[in-house]
């Protein structure tokens, strides 16, 4: 069974900078970033595969989100930088075994989430 644990999120004016970490995963696994804010469906925002490449980007957060993993410290990474109000959302990492997908179905563990709340 795995155990994804998220952290790093809180409450920053719009601009800042916030890092999110995913812990407790296989190494083996393709790494997921998902958001959902109150009344939207859950939506991608960045995926890393089980080899720290390839990556892939919402469009919305490209060149602002960077993700990352240290498969030393299990962990995969979300800089978030020059963050906008509408980046508001709970943030879930998830997990799947093979390629980056996109949808949340194809993804097999999750974590609680952490909340990110950005301030205009």
């Known amino acids: 069974q795995v155990r994804l644990v998220e952290s790093g999120g809180g409450l920053v004016q719009a601009g800042g900078s916030l890092r999110l970490l995913c812990a407790d995963f296989?190494?083996?696994?393709?790494i997921g970033w998902f958001r959902q804010a109150p009344g939207k469906e859950r939506e991608f925002v960045a995926a890393v595969s089980r080899y720290g490449t390839p990556k892939s980007y919402l469009d919305s957060v490209q060149g602002r989100f960077t993700i990352s993993r240290d498969d030393s410290k299990n962990a995969v990474f979300l800089q978030m930088d020059s963050l906008k109000p509408e980046d508001t959302a709970r943030y879930y990492c998830?997990?799947?075994?093979?390629?980056?997908?996109?949808?949340?179905?194809?993804?097999?563990?999750w974590g609680q989430g952490t909340q990110v709340t950005v301030t205009s």
């Open positions: 296989r190494r083996i696994q393709t």
């Open positions: 998830a997990a799947r075994q093979g390629d980056i997908m996109k949808s949340p179905s194809d993804f097999t563990f």
